[in-house]
């Protein structure tokens, strides 16, 4: 577990000494390549230059990015690998994304980055909490705080990135399909997904349907790594070219490298790093089901007989020739290792209402969350379950009981029906559906 850190002011030698030591002690994955990938392992039937992307992209991916590469001057951390950690580098996380705003008296919304009606920008909407204040010794800005007028916070746990690439694979219509099917089959128990709209910035992007991220806000993984890589990381790059301004507030620029306003689309970063470092998840493989015996067999039944795979539908197909675009300059790359693949995922990766039991407070209409109402979450993948120990999209359940009781109130949303038929089986019944789960 990764435990937050100070932002008080450091010394240097001690804060580099940390972060190397964190950089080395992830520096090591589990890769096999024969048979059936063991955790953090790549795809199975890499070509040679998939191989390759895999391995730099993996580098990138467990470093510590610096102030050479435009690091900050705010930051959530300074390496992918710190909110993605478990069991290993590009896994599962317990660390928290905070989002914060404003519920004005008359009940809209703003979300104190400087769009709203008064303008105001108080760094929101994310939560920024580290800074380059350690690095720089005449830096005085530090890591931001909750503005003591953001009366709206929201949480939201790090995903873990397995499988990532065969997600982005999906065609859309496979999901603009999924979502016509729930709503002309599963009308008696009011579910009925919604595939996202997510507003692109890729020029070349192959999708337009979201998938990544709690609200399906993102539609493809460049993108997500892009974002990630502006607001996460603090670097910008040819997709997010502005920088975010730390509590809203114009940049010191004691707190920049060589006292001149960052301008971070180099090579080393911005550029060639969104690349590299999708790549890595593209190629990551989905974690395997553990082997299991008469009581995941029976729990895997309940899970259907009880509805759960209405929304957390167990797989889909990629198509039969998928394509990456490799490089900033346009090359396209024919991915027999990710065409034609079964993707287990446990989810339709569509938009479904929760209700009053899981709701957010940021409204549909921004960037991290994309057309969702606050009610609206993306099904969350299932595979790699095994290896979660806090769940649903704010990190709030801490076993599975409570994750699967945390759909719905039993008033609101769509799965009202479902979570009935859940508190209706047996104690011995839960017990093997918790079983089937806990194998994913």
């Not at 760094?123 to 530090?142: I, T, V």
């Not at 873990?160 to 709503?183: K, N």
């Not at 337009?208 to 890589?229: H, P, W, Y």
Request: proline fraction near 6%; hydrophobic fraction near 40%.
């Amino acid at each position: 577990m990764i435990e937050p850190r100070s932002h008080s002011v450091a010394p240097l030698l001690v804060s580099v000494l940390l972060l190397f030591s964190c950089a080395f002690a992830t520096m090591v994955y589990a890769g096999s390549g024969d048979g059936a990938p063991v955790i953090g392992d790549h795809l199975p039937g890499l070509r040679p230059v998939e191989q390759s992307f895999f391995n730099s992209g993996g580098h990138q991916f467990r470093r510590v990015w610096g102030m050479l590469e435009g690091v900050g001057p705010v930051l959530t951390d300074g390496g992918c690998f710190r909110c993605h950690s478990l069991p290993v580098g590009g896994g599962d996380s317990v660390r928290l994304l905070t989002f914060f705003g404003k519920i004005n008296p008359d009940s809209s919304f703003d979300a104190l980055d400087g769009s709203g009606p008064t303008q105001e920008n108080e760094g929101g909407l994310l939560l920024q909490g580290r800074s380059n204040q350690a690095f720089l010794r005449n830096c005085s800005q530090g890591g931001e705080v909750i503005p003591a007028d953001a009366n709206a916070v929201e949480n939201r746990k790090a995903p873990p990135t397995f499988g990532f690439g065969l997600i982005d694979a999906i065609a859309d219509q496979t999901l603009i399909d999924q979502a016509a099917f729930e709503l002309a089959n599963y009308t008696a128990d009011n579910i009925h997904g919604k595939a996202a709209i997510a507003q692109t910035y890729y020029a070349a992007a192959p999708h337009v349907i979201g998938r990544f991220g709690r609200k399906a806000q993102i539609a493809n993984l460049v993108e997500m790594t892009a974002f990630a890589f502006a607001h996460d990381l603090g670097v910008t790059n040819p997709l997010f070219m502005d920088e975010d301004l730390p509590q809203g507030q114009d940049i010191d620029l004691n707190c920049t490298r060589n006292n001149a306003r960052p301008n971070n689309n180099n090579a080393g970063s911005g550029n060639d790093g969104i690349f590299p470092l999708s790549h890595f998840m593209r190629y990551l493989a989905p974690p395997e089901p553990l082997s299991c015996g008469s009581s995941c067999t029976q729990g895997q039944a309940l899970f259907s007989s009880v509805g759960c795979d209405k929304c957390h539908h167990p797989t889909y197909t990629t198509p039969t020739t998928v394509n990456v675009q490799t490089d900033t300059s346009g090359t396209i790359l024919f991915s027999p290792a990710l065409s034609n693949y079964a993707v287990n995922l446990y989810s339709d990766l569509l938009l479904h209402d929760l209700g009053q039991a899981d709701k957010g407070v940021i409204p549909a209409g921004y960037a991290n969350t994309g057309v969702a109402s606050t009610s609206e979450w993306r099904t969350t993948p299932l595979w790699g379950l095994h290896y979660r120990s806090k769940f649903m999209h704010s990190g709030g359940a801490v076993d599975l009981n409570s994750a699967i009781l945390g759909h719905s109130d039993g008033v609101t949303g769509e799965a009202v029906s479902v979570i009935m038929n859940y508190k209706g089986l047996s104690p011995s019944d839960q017990q093997a559906l918790w079983d089937f789960l806990a194998s994913l």
